[in-house]
């Protein structure tokens, strides 16, 4: 037996004892993959701020994670 047959067969004795949110779960990421990009799907205008959102990332004028968690630590409460 392959590696993906072997794959299969443990998977599908772990969807057998599966609850329900786990199988709504692993159906919420199979059925995704099948949507395809999803970004191709919005606005090109949205595209294009999330494309400038990007580069004004890699030229350093974001703000760290860090400094945010620091000034609003309500955001970041569990």
Do not use: C
């Not at 072997?6 to 599966?18: F, G, L, M």
């Not at 999803?38 to 890699?58: C, F, N, Y």
């Amino acid at each position: 037996m392959d590696g993906l047959q072997t794959i299969r067969k443990e998977v599908k004795k772990y969807i057998d004892k599966a609850d329900e949110p786990t199988l709504r779960s692993v159906q919420a990421l199979l059925t995704a993959s099948e949507k395809g990009d999803w970004m191709s799907e919005l606005p090109s205008s949205v595209i294009d701020e999330i494309d400038e959102a990007l580069k004004d990332l890699d030229a350093g004028k974001g703000i760290p994670h860090a400094e945010i968690a620091n000034k609003y630590p309500q955001w970041f409460m569990k």
